[in-house]
């Protein structure tokens, strides 16, 4: 059976031993070897992921990020056709999400991109309004390139990341446990301030 690279760029099939498009010169390093039985396997079964969905880039050493198929920095312009493509990390932050969850399992809070304010009156008030140490905007998560911050905003009680009180914008990792207007004393948490447990999960 024939085997074969397809071009990502132009569809052309080539040899598998060549490491450029005889049509169009894409660099096929990282193109996977096929033949018609796979490829029709593939098309058929659309719960097989493909390769495809993960997108590769080049990094120059100037920092900037190229497309795969660059033989040329975007940026600076040096040759980076010898450097080793990588997954772009921040396609794959994409499909993460985090979720606050309250600890007595009464409320759930799904972050998005973009930032938010958390308080009685603001995001979240639906679930914080009964909670009395908690301000009317007590603090503001800021979710970006993947990543989760928060920043206290109360000059009363304060917020705190696994019961320590944060005193400037704080990224948060799944696991954590956020205080909203209290801490943990002595093993016991203080009933008019909120709880949560930060979870992270991928996108479907």
């Not at 080793?84 to 606050?100: F, G, M, N």
């Not at 140490?133 to 970006?144: D, G, K, N, W």
């Not at 799944?174 to 301030?193: C, F, L, S, T």
């Amino acid at each position: 059976m024939e085997r074969y690279k397809i071009c990502p760029s132009c569809n052309t099939k080539n040899e598998p031993t060549l490491l450029e498009c005889v049509n169009c010169e894409t660099d096929l390093t990282m193109v996977k070897i096929t033949d018609e039985e796979t490829e029709r396997i593939l098309t058929e079964n659309s719960a097989v992921q493909s390769t495809a969905a993960v997108k590769w880039i080049r990094v120059c050493e100037c920092g900037a990020h190229n497309p795969v198929n660059a033989r040329k920095c975007c940026l600076c312009g040096d040759d980076i056709s010898d450097i080793t493509p990588i997954p772009d990390k921040e396609e794959e932050q994409k499909a993460i999400a985090y979720v606050l969850i309250s600890l007595d399992g009464k409320y759930v809070y799904k972050m998005t991109d973009g930032q938010v304010i958390i308080g009685r009156e603001n995001s979240m008030g639906e679930y914080l309004s009964a909670k009395s140490y908690v301000s009317r905007a007590h603090a503001e998560l800021v979710l970006t390139k993947g990543e989760l911050y928060i920043e206290n905003m109360s000059s009363t009680n304060f917020t705190y990341v696994n019961n320590r009180r944060i005193l400037e914008k704080t990224r948060l990792k799944d696991g954590d446990e956020v205080g909203v207007g209290g801490m943990n004393i002595n093993g016991r948490r203080q009933e008019q301030a909120a709880y949560f447990l930060v979870r992270i999960r991928q996108c479907m």
